[in-house]
């Protein structure tokens, strides 16, 4: 298979959609998000999910999503309803699909057979092969110790996504607020979980997501636990209502200053190491000696800024 799934689509905001809710859909066209992810798994009750594959398809087929990542989250293998989420979906909507995430992912396996399954069924309906990518979320302690694996079991996989809600389940957190800090421990808890997860994705050039705030009317909590995850180097994180989405491409975005800063490294590093600069390895900017490695960090910066319309 000859991939050509795009792993660096703007996803500084995710926003989770329910699949079954037609006004939710609808409005969620308008709003300013990186990637919309139509959700066939715990946003839909179990009686709602074959209605909602339908309205998905048609959401994908009729709706505007100009600009955003378009994805649909099926449920995981241990259910009954992944392998028909993936084919009404898929065979219903393919050419206007990005992304299937798959939640829950344990192992590689999972991930090998969702790959199979859509070549499958992009090769019956005549689609490009390989090109529906795949978001991968990490939601229990099997998944992540086997993230690894997960994230270079297919070159369909885009993304890696921390899923903080069910994993603090899963390994028995003691709290109820996700992304808070459990009381009693004097330190970071998710500290060793996103470096986990952003170590997989970036060996694999892969991007990293963090997952869901639900405390939607904290906007300074939101600020906060999204502020870490963008410090460490995640690309993005989902956003549950429309109050979130600014906040999320502000937060994955760089600041103006450190934009600013970040050309003038490049500028300056252009220069020293071309002919009328003395073809130098490094040189000064202001008080800073800025070398090769300075010139990388400045690019990482520099891009995130440029797709943010800096
Ligand atoms: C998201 O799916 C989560 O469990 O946090
Ligand atoms: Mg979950």
């Known amino acids: 298979m000859t991939p050509s799934?795009?792993?660096l689509r703007p996803r500084r905001s995710c926003l989770a959609v329910p699949g079954s809710n037609p006004r939710f859909l609808e409005k969620a066209q308008g709003l300013a998000?990186?990637?919309?992810?139509?959700?066939?798994?715990?946003?839909?009750?179990?009686?709602?999910?074959?209605?909602?594959?339908?309205?998905?398809?048609?959401?994908?087929?009729?709706?505007?999503?100009?600009?955003?990542?378009?994805?649909?989250?099926v449920n995981d293998w241990t259910t009954h309803w992944t392998y028909r989420d993936v084919i009404t979906v898929v065979e219903g909507a393919g050419p206007n699909l990005d992304c299937i995430m798959l939640p829950k992912v344990q192992d590689a396996q999972q991930i090998v057979a969702l790959d199979l399954l859509l070549t499958q069924i992009e090769k019956t309906m005549g689609f490009e092969v390989g090109r529906i990518g795949i978001?991968?979320?990490?939601?229990?302690?099997?998944?992540?110790?086997?993230?690894?694996?997960?994230?270079?079991?297919?070159?369909?996989?885009?993304?890696?996504?921390?899923?903080?809600?069910?994993?603090m389940a899963s390994i028995n957190m003691k709290s109820l607020v996700v992304g808070h800090q459990p009381p009693g421990y004097g330190a970071?808890?998710?500290?060793?979980?996103?470096?986990?997860?952003?170590?997989?994705?970036?060996?694999?050039?892969?991007?990293?997501?963090?997952?869901?705030?639900?405390?939607?009317?904290?906007?300074?909590?939101?600020?906060?636990?999204a502020g870490r995850a963008a410090?460490?180097?995640?690309?993005?994180?989902?956003?549950?209502?429309?109050?979130?989405?600014?906040?999320?491409?502000?937060?994955?975005?760089?600041?103006?200053?450190?934009y600013d800063h970040a050309e003038l490294?490049?500028?300056?590093?252009?220069?020293?190491?071309?002919?009328?600069?003395?073809?130098?390895?490094?040189?000064?900017?202001?008080?800073?000696?800025?070398?090769e490695a300075s010139r990388k960090m400045a690019l990482v910066i520099s891009g995130k800024g440029r797709a943010a319309g800096m």
């Open 188 to 225: 970071d808890a998710y500290h060793y979980i996103l470096m986990r997860i952003l170590m997989a994705a970036r060996a694999n050039d892969l991007q990293a997501i963090d997952g869901p705030y639900l405390q939607i009317r904290n906007s300074d909590g939101y600020r906060e636990v």
């Open 135 to 167: 978001e991968a979320q990490i939601e229990n302690a099997r998944g992540l110790v086997n993230v690894d694996d997960i994230a270079a079991a297919s070159p369909r996989v885009e993304t890696i996504i921390f899923g903080p809600a069910d994993f």
């Open 231 to 258: 410090a460490l180097g995640f690309d993005g994180k989902w956003v549950l209502h429309p109050d979130q989405v600014e906040l999320a491409n502000e937060i994955f975005s760089p600041s103006q200053e450190d």
């Open 33 to 73: 998000a990186d990637q919309v992810f139509l959700d066939l798994e715990d946003a839909c009750a179990p009686l709602a999910k074959e209605g909602a594959r339908h309205t998905i398809v048609d959401a994908l087929n009729n709706g505007d999503w100009t600009g955003k990542t378009r994805v649909v989250r």
């Open 5 to 7: 799934v795009n792993r």
């Open 265 to 291: 490294i490049l500028d300056a590093y252009d220069y020293c190491t071309s002919e009328a600069g003395g073809k130098k390895g490094s040189a000064m900017l202001g008080d800073e000696m800025i070398d």
